[in-house]
């Protein structure tokens, strides 16, 4: 059984710094593309950016030169550091991946870390 589990969200001040971190358990032979999503209340889950298995990257316009993904494949994590948070950054920030385990490939969620910018 695959699991994704976010953490590292919180609340934190205008131009402060966070790192989310995206731990992949269970059995598994490959994690291919991964994605940061956020959803702030009453707004659709948007794409924040992503990071293929080769280590390429899209950044969302909005996180662009604030936001880094990257990635530990031996430790199948992936992370999202966060600099100069705005309040516009608050959301509940979920990690997507496709996994490869000995039986399947299939898309996973995790349950999501709120991270809250204010003052």
């Known amino acids: 059984q695959v699991q994704l589990v976010e953490s590292g969200g919180g609340l934190v001040q205008p131009g402060g710094s966070l790192r989310l971190s995206c731990a992949a358990s269970?059995?598994?032979?490959?994690?291919?593309?991964v994605g940061w999503y956020r959803q702030a209340p009453g707004k659709q889950r948007e794409l924040v950016a992503t990071i293929t298995s080769g280590g390429s990257t899209y950044y969302a316009e909005s996180v662009k030169g604030r936001f880094t993904i990257s990635r530990d494949n031996a430790k199948n994590t992936v992370y999202l550091q966060m600099n100069s948070l705005k309040p516009e950054d608050t959301a509940v920030y979920y990690c997507?991946?496709?996994?490869?385990?000995?039986?399947?490939?299939?898309?996973?969620w995790g349950q999501g870390t709120q991270v809250t910018v204010s003052s």
């Open positions: 269970g059995i598994i032979l490959s994690i291919y593309t």
């Open positions: 997507n991946a496709d996994v490869i385990t000995l039986t399947t490939r299939r898309n996973y």
